[in-house]
């Protein structure tokens, strides 16, 4: 049996490197574009400095707390706690550099100073920067590390059972195939179900998987009690979410609380009607 070792991630992929450097696009790019609106309006009007508001802000930033020069000072005097650019690097497979951030900072500011042109509105500007910061999530859903071996399919450190999958869909996008896993009932909550294959490993890695599959594999029957305690669990939080619904008076804190528990209860409904 051909063994085979992959990974997927923003060290190997251009794509997912792109989009791990969103985040500092989104909020390098509008920290910049503050600092550049605020630099021009002083050069325009430099008697600005001398105002109540201006003295302040200078003042916080000398001493006023641990982003102040009074703070960071000592730090930047000695070269043994500077921080370098080398350290930045990081290791191997590290998909960020000085250059990499720089780069995608000043991209961001141009580019939201190009839509604010158009006269895109703050809210959506808005919107978009969130959803650059939250970009993350994306690449670590499709990172993939994983390894054939012996009939033994691994990944992202968790061991595969070949022999409880049903089901194995694929799509091919240009140099990488996007598979998702189906499984038996009661598998296992958290075996992975979406994995990333470079386009040399998937043919191999597919057709091994496809041939392990069982037709008709043996399904262990639920345990009674861990069913009962799931659902009765899962009963509870949904109550408590809809008591914090009805008594908690801030609209902020009752959509987080609501959603936070009553989300947690349906999981451990799921869970219990479900089996383990």
Known sequence: MPSSEWSFDASTSRTLRFVSHLPPAGIGGSLLLAFGVTAAFVLSNPSILLSGPALLVALLFLIGGPLSLLYLWPMLADPGQRPSAAEFEGGDGFPFSFRSVSTAAVSGA?????????????????????????????????????????????????????????????????????????????????????????QGDASTVLSTIESEIDADPEIDPPDPAVRAIGIAMGALFLVVAAFAYGTIENSAVRLYLTAAIGGLGAFLCLVGWRGV
């Open 110 to 198: 141009v580019g939201l100073s190009g839509l604010i042109a158009l006269g895109v509105p703050f809210d959506l500007l808005y919107l978009l920067v969130v959803g650059c910061v939250f970009s993350p999530l994306l690449v670590a859903i499709v990172t993939t590390h994983g390894r054939l071996e012996d009939n033994t399919l691994i990944i992202n450190r968790t061991e595969i059972p070949i022999d409880r999958l049903t089901n194995v869909r694929s799509i091919r996008i240009r140099d990488f195939a996007v598979v998702w896993l189906s499984y038996t009932r009661r598998s296992g909550v958290f075996l992975p179900r979406l994995a990333v294959i470079p």
